[in-house]
């Protein structure tokens, strides 16, 4: 059984998808510590001026793990955020179709962000027909960390393949621990390929890093 895993991300783009779907199970890590200015909570969109960061604000990140991360509403984000995806998609093709679910989802974010982007997922792979279950990595019981982590995340859901990203090894990832608890390594071999967008005089705006 395949696993994938990847902390869940705002907005998330289609390599993060097509890892969902190459999965059996794919764990969404919602107890590793939050990453300041990450994808946690921005993404790009795109605008008839070139890409543009959408950013959900939180309160008190530091240190925290993301399923505590509060958001903090005072802005007004979610509304900006609604208004801002309707006004430079609404003329893609079958942006009738699948708005109303994406919509709904600005109109109830819910207090904590780690829940508001597992929600998002949830949608998303919805409206893409990815039936991959997702797990969150806070309702399982690990003891080890980094490799050793994931190696036991995979066992615990009845994993014996890690689906990892490109540059993992090296980074953090150790294959030989992998091994050591049988579970064997694969890797995302993908890219985004090109395909007709909104704005074409506003340039074609790539995917996320190849690392991610």
């Not at 801002?84 to 009738?96: D, G, L, Q, T, V």
């Not at 989802?105 to 027909?129: H, I, Q, S, T």
């Not at 490799?147 to 036991?152: C, D, K, N, V």
């Not at 390594?185 to 090109?194: D, K, S």
Request: net charge neutral.
């Amino acid at each position: 059984m395949r696993v994938g895993i990847h902390q869940p991300h705002y907005l998330p783009w289609l390599r993060y998808f097509e890892k969902i779907a190459r999965s059996d199970v794919f764990i969404v890590l919602d107890d590793v510590q939050y990453e300041k200015n990450g994808y946690q909570n921005r993404n790009k969109i795109k605008t008839p001026q070139g890409w543009t960061y959408l950013t959900v604000p939180v309160r008190k990140p530091t240190l925290r793990p993301i399923r505590e991360i509060e958001i903090d509403h005072h802005s007004g984000w979610a509304e900006k955020h609604r208004r801002s995806i309707e006004m430079s998609y609404r003329k893609a093709p079958h942006f009738a179709a699948y708005w109303p679910e994406i919509e709904a989802l600005y109109a109830e974010p819910g207090d904590l962000l780690g829940e508001f982007n597992r929600r998002m997922v949830e949608c998303f792979c919805r409206l893409l027909g990815i039936t991959t279950r997702l797990v969150l990595s806070s309702e399982i019981e690990t003891h080890g960390e980094s490799t050793e982590r994931i190696a036991e995340l995979c066992r615990a859901v009845g994993g014996d393949v890690y689906l990892s990203g490109a540059f993992a090894v090296g980074a953090y990832l150790d294959p030989a621990v992998l091994k050591q608890h049988g579970v064997r390594l694969a890797f995302q071999e993908w890219h985004a390929p090109i395909y007709p967008q909104v704005y074409p005089n506003a340039g074609f705006v790539r995917n996320i890093p190849e690392s991610c």
